[in-house]
């Protein structure tokens, strides 16, 4: 049985795209990761359920269209509208270690811990802000405030996979709260 811990959240499902069961997502992977995926889930009335998809293609810059396995029709593709998309989290991590570090998709250091370079506790990553063009970390600090920090090569000096820490160089004042 698949568990909540063992997903990692890439996305939602939209709505179906025209009557054959097609159906179009927003996703946080390119479509070239999508497609090493063995697999997506959706949550189904409390059950994590593995869904196979057939194909993949693009639908303007941050949609996707999937075709899933056993899915012939729109009232068949409906069930899935608003359901958010999980992958394995073995898998997302394997592929994320295939990457260099600046190719890292920012959603996914959510949960990571954030210090300075002399190893002082800064918070945890608990979102990512990518709503405008500079993306952002939204940092829970000490006393649950939140600290907006740029998501950007400069600041971020290490990534420590292993220990899920990202060590930060950021410039006087951004920490003044």
Partial sequence: MIQREDLIE????????????????????????????????????????????????????????MTIDGI????????????????????????????????????????????????RKIGVVEDVDDSTENVLFRVRAAEGKEVLIPAVDEFVSKIDADQKRLVVELPGGLLDF
């Fill in 10 to 65: 890439i996305g939602i499902f939209t709505k179906p795209h025209g009557v054959s069961g097609e159906i179009s997502a927003t996703v946080d992977c390119d479509l070239e990761v999508m497609e090493r995926f063995s697999c997506v889930v959706s949550d189904m009335d409390g059950i994590f359920v593995p869904f196979y998809v057939d194909s993949y293609r693009w639908k303007g810059k941050s949609s996707i269209l």
């Fill in 72 to 119: 012939e029709n729109e009232t068949e593709a409906s069930v899935l509208t608003n359901k958010l998309i999980y992958v394995k989290k073995s898998e997302y991590e394997a592929l994320m270690n295939e990457f260099e570090a600046d190719e890292y998709p920012t959603d996914y250091f959510v949960g990571y811990e954030v210090t300075d370079a002399d190893g």
